[in-house]
């Protein structure tokens, strides 16, 4: 069996209990992880919908599919809603998928009638359509090949943001990075735009349960200083995503100052300093040599 990491998967059973207070003293990490890992959920279950929604509505409704300007999903209070919506200035709905928060695929309503579009989904769609626009606009943004550019609309508690994550169109590929913001203030208009990642990161990864003697248990990738220290939202909504297709336990994001270590079986982040990283694998190290 060929595996990756093994020194970091196993002393990770330790190491929160072993760090947790020289590294809390100096940052609460604790809480920024907690901040991330609530954001990405956000996202993630977002992007769920929309993974499905998409599935049943082009398997049910293949006679509306020339008719579609794109869809977006959202948490309506009392589950999940996808919408795919008409093309043109003054749009429709045309479909209307929802899930239970149990998100359970095989779970869902699907109403075919036509209406208008609601209060909250119509500010999701304006600020949905300012960042595509925004994007076919400037050169600046680039679509890779083999991926597709995954608009987020979010709004909670009159914060409009647009999450925009690259998606992969090829099984077995896991793709991070050429990812962006872009924030909007309560009339909608934008107030401000950054690119997350700084590069693209596209990573190949066995599905779990096809091969055994292809086993990586862990992935990574790094972040320079102006993606900054931490994992991201996006990294969590991706991982999220793809880990169940994946052989992967972990994920671990390496940046000057920290190291972000994603588990893929509980969703649950840790952050450590790098100085804790390097004593950890230290120490792991030198217990597989004895």
Known sequence: MKTKFIPIVFTMTFVSCFFTRSFAQKKDLVRIADSITREGRILYRSEWASWYGTDIFVAKCAAKK??????????????????????????????????????????????????????????????????????????????????????????????????????????????????????????????????????????????????????????IHTHSPETGDFITATDVCTLMLYENFTTWDQHIVVSKNYVSVWDCKKNHLLILTAEAWKKISASANTYLKN
């Open 66 to 219: 020339e008719l579609t300007g794109g869809y977006l999903s959202y948490n309506s209070g009392t589950g999940l809603t996808n919408i795919f919506f008409s093309k043109g200035s003054s749009p429709v709905v045309l479909a209307t998928t929802s899930f239970g928060y149990d998100l359970k695929s095989s779970n869902y309503t699907l109403d075919t009638t036509s209406r208008k579009l609601t209060p909250l989904e119509e500010q999701l769609y304006t600020i949905r359509q300012a960042a595509l626009a925004k994007i076919y606009s400037d050169t600046s943004f680039r679509i890779y090949k083999n991926t597709s550019l995954n608009l987020v609309p979010i709004i909670i508690n009159n914060t409009r943001r647009v999450y925009v994550l690259s998606g992969s169109k090829i099984n077995g590929l896991v793709v991070f990075g050429n990812d962006y913001l872009f924030e909007f203030d309560a009339d909608d208009h934008l107030i401000s735009e950054k690119k997350i990642h700084k590069s693209f990161i596209p990573i190949k990864a066995n599905k779990r349960g096809v091969d055994s003697t292809k086993t990586d248990v862990a992935s």
